[in-house]
């Protein structure tokens, strides 16, 4: 027993140590541009457009939040709530992109799918949920109403690539396996999304989920079959709900009925048609001033469009367009299929919300009362937009490249310091901290100006330093000079003759050709004489 503890204690110190030597190579060596670059766009852009929300969402709601004593009279009353649900969203995507994808898409998925399940149960077949505009899709807590579609969305990426990689990549699934994992871990949540009903989650989880598909490698033509069956399926359904015809009639003509269903959608016509090219200035939109319903919520592209104009909106889709590029090139290095259908499927399905939404308040779609991701004001819905993007982070921190020989020959160079001027050449410490390079010349001693006793040396694989130590500075000339040719110029100056030119080293049949060729036309030559 004993002795078992003694391994165990000293297996769990050299693993700990593997961490430590692995996150110090890191260090050293940096992350790849091709791995960091993607990732800094999408953050940055997220970030700006986060930055971008909270500014027009107190813009939009400061009029109506102000004249309304629900909401204490308080101009920021929204913008602070938003705060704090943008701190919480950021808080959980920190937590998703410090672990490993796997973890969440593999070992913690059924506990996801449980909750998701409950949480959607919980709003259809209990009476928490609380009624607003023909749908039942929030429970309130705490003061705070939570939808749970919107984190079904989370769910529904999460098990489409646990799924694709274990039956396209891993080969451990058959198709009756497969199918029938798929009909319970997406069906079954996205109908009970479909029956609250929230047929804008539905429309853009089934739009995520062909995109995955086909990353996958599903044939063109079984996806174009789905999406034909779904469109009609989808077109008899709201057909058959009085509420989403009325809504399909309104895309239609508005005009018909402008004080009532249609009003909404004319108002937020008349805020693009004020706006311009380059808008009436942010803070001076007059559409908010309880002319436009929801303002800061489903129409905040309508406030943008009346406030930063022509070129504020292209600037939304510009935000929009540099995260869809991060993750696919996020996806494109990323370990696994499973980490590439995560990082596609979560930047697919923000920008296909965010199109939903500019369709539907242009008039083009039927509205669905989708937000914006990042802009739109709603605590569910930034929570599990800053969730994706930390899943995307996640699968861009697990990407790694192929292993070459450079790779190998750089990866057994280390760094060691010595802690004492007498310390063995060959008793190698640990990669130390950062000093200045005053403080690492001067360390246990040293003079600044002694420029042969560095305590940082460079070594190989071999545990051999790459300079000899031992020697004195006319002893290193003496070798250097001992491994190189020595020649004199036409001036009388001494040359290190570094060998054949750089063109002669690239081509070096070449040369010898041409040489070779010089040579038999001098024979000629002296022949003919």
């Known amino acids: 027993m004993p002795g078992g503890r003694s391994s165990g204690a000293s297996s769990r110190a050299s693993s ?27 953050c940055v852009a997220v970030f700006a457009l986060v930055a971008f929300g909270l500014l027009m969402i107190y813009s939009a709601s400061s009029i109506i939040a102000l004249t309304s004593e629900a909401y204490g009279n308080n101009p920021a009353y929204f913008l602070q709530r938003q705060l704090i649900f943008a701190a919480v969203g950021i808080g959980l995507a920190a937590l998703l992109a410090s672990q490993d994808y796997h973890l969440w898409c593999g070992g913690l998925l059924s506990v996801a799918w449980i909750v998701t399940t409950l949480l959607l149960g919980l709003v259809m077949f209990t009476s928490s949920g609380s009624d607003a505009y023909g749908a039942t899709r929030w429970i309130q807590i705490a003061g705070f109403t939570l ?18 990689q274990r039956y396209f990549e891993e080969a451990t699934l058959d198709w009756k396996h497969f199918c029938r994992l798929m009909f319970v871990g997406v069906v079954i949540p996205l ?69 009532g269903t249609g009003y909404q959608l004319i108002q937020g016509f008349y805020a693009f048609g004020s706006g311009g090219l380059l808008g009436v200035g942010i803070g001076s939109g007059r559409q908010k001033y309880s002319y436009l319903p929801m303002a ?42 499973s980490g590439r259908l995560l990082a596609a499927g979560s930047v697919s399905m923000l920008v296909i919300q965010l199109f939903v939404n500019i369709c539907g308040v242009l008039g083009i779609i039927p509205l669905t009362g989708k937000p914006i991701p990042f802009l739109s004001y709603g605590g569910s819905s930034i929570i599990s937009c800053l969730m994706l993007v930390g899943l995307t982070v996640s699968v861009s921190r697990s990407s790694h490249l192929t292993e070459t020989d450079y790779d190998r020959r750089r990866s057994d160079i280390s760094l060691a310091f010595r802690a004492h001027p007498r310390q063995d050449v060959d008793d190698l410490g640990p990669v130390g901290e950062p000093t200045p390079r005053s403080a690492s010349l001067e360390r246990d001693g040293f003079k600044r ?46 040359r290190i003759d570094l060998g054949p030119d750089a063109a002669e080293r690239l081509r070096p049949h070449e040369k010898a050709s041409s040489r070779n060729y010089g040579e038999r036309s001098e024979g000629k030559r002296r022949r003919g004489r």
């Open 147 to 164: 939808q749970p579609s919107e984190f079904a969305k989370l769910t529904v990426v999460l098990t489409v690539a646990n799924l694709c």
């Open 16 to 42: 700990r140590r593997a961490k430590r030597d692995a996150q110090r190579a890191k260090t050293i060596f940096g992350v790849p541009e091709r791995f960091e670059r993607p990732r800094l766009v999408l």
């Open 449 to 494: 100006h002694d420029r042969n006793d560095r305590n940082l040396r460079v070594v190989g694989s071999s545990s051999t330093p790459l300079v000899r130590r031992d020697l004195t500075g006319e002893q290193r000339a003496s070798s250097v000079a001992s491994r190189a040719r020595i020649t004199i110029d036409a001036h009388g100056r001494k």
């Open 191 to 259: 109908t009970l999304v479909l029956l609250q009903p929230d047929k804008g989650t539905t429309l853009i989880c089934v739009a995520t989920l062909l995109v995955m598909l086909y990353l996958s490698g599903v044939p063109s033509r079984f996806i174009g079959l789905i999406i034909v069956v779904g469109l009609a399926l989808f077109f008899a359904y709201a057909m058959h709900d009085e509420y989403s015809r009325q809504r399909i009639l309104t895309m239609l003509d508005p005009w018909a009925d402008p004080y």
């Open 296 to 337: 800061y919520n489903d129409f905040i592209y309508a406030v943008i469009g009346e406030e930063c104009g022509l070129i504020g909106s292209l600037g939304v889709l510009v935000g929009f367009a540099a995260i869809l590029w991060a993750g696919f090139r996020i996806a494109r290095y990323a370990p696994d299929l």
